[in-house]
């Protein structure tokens, strides 16, 4: 089946993103972590593909993103990288990558990019960031930024809530967002954050922001994959629009599989192999000397 819109046929690159915003026009991102989804999100006219690190959450079942590892990011974006020619291609620093010094945070991000085929690496915070994304701007490394709810600060926060709601907290936001544009970040992706705050930041900002559950005046919308097809287990945060049930196929096809193997509905003749015409079954039978 091919998904590729004819209308979205060049490849997506950092400087794409400017000239969107320029035109007011809306770009997209969604998370891949293997070769089919990538396939699928690339072929579908996805701008960009983000690796991003709620692989903790939505395929390892960690239960949060603190322990992915860059292995676990490296080797899931080169199964990306495979998938996807038209789309951005983004790679998350998990966790513990970038927050041991300058040097170390560089390393890893041109692993990421040298052997994984990112085209660019995101990190969270805020104004503590800052440095680290112009060493990085330096080093030709493309960053994404990401304040608001940072989910890898999950336990100094307390849990994934609103970021940004007191006049106070919001003034913040809005200033880490600018150093970081300042620090020559490309895009700065603003999670659960109001509306509101998200929309000054919009208008302040000359890169993009990247929203998720931070309403609909961002430049770009993203959202987890496993959310939007329904791939996933538990609540989800109220941002989370559902347009598929994947789980719901998955468990059909395998309840009805195991229904027709059990009944010996499967597999079929046709469904399997037979001997050629020159080797009779009987005589074969008979020729196994026990
Ligand atoms: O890891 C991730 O998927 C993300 C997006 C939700 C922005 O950081």
């Not at 809530?161 to 544009?181: N, S, Y």
Request: proline fraction near 4%; include cysteine.
């Amino acid at each position: 089946m091919a998904y590729l819109k004819p209308d979205k046929p060049e490849k997506v690159y950092v400087p794409a993103l400017r000239a969107a915003k320029e035109k007011s026009e809306k770009l997209v991102c969604l998370t891949a972590y293997d070769y089919p989804t990538a396939r699928i999100v690339d072929e579908a006219g996805v701008d960009i593909i983000l690796v991003g690190d709620s692989m903790g959450n939505v395929i390892h079942g960690y239960g949060n993103t603190i322990p992915v590892s860059v292995e676990e990011i490296l080797s899931a974006t080169k199964a990306v990288k495979r998938g996807a020619s038209r789309a951005l291609l983004v790679a998350d620093m998990p966790y513990g990558s970038y927050h041991t010094g300058d040097n170390k945070a560089v390393r890893n991000a041109l692993k990421l990019m040298k052997y994984g085929g990112a085209e660019a690496v995101k990190l969270e915070g805020g104004r503590n960031r800052v440095d680290l994304v112009k060493r990085l701007v330096d080093e030709e490394i493309p960053v994404m930024a990401h304040i608001g709810l940072t989910p890898q600060s999950v336990h100094k926060l307390g849990g994934y809530r609103v970021q940004g709601k007191t006049t106070d907290d919001a003034k913040r936001l809005i200033e880490d967002a600018k150093r970081l544009e300042d620090a020559g970040a490309f895009a700065i992706v603003l999670e659960l954050v109001p509306r509101e705050v998200a929309a000054i930041i919009t208008e302040e900002l000359t890169i993009s922001t990247v929203g998720i559950g931070a309403g609909t005046n961002c430049d770009i919308q993203v959202l987890v994959l496993h959310d939007l097809i329904g791939f996933t287990f538990g609540r989800q945060p109220r941002f989370v629009r559902q347009y598929a049930n994947i789980s719901g196929v998955i468990t059909d096809a395998i309840t009805r599989w195991m229904d027709d193997v059990r009944s010996g509905n499967y597999p079929a003749e046709a469904e399997s192999y037979g001997l050629p015409e020159d080797v009779d079954a009987e005589e074969l039978k008979a020729s196994i000397p026990f």
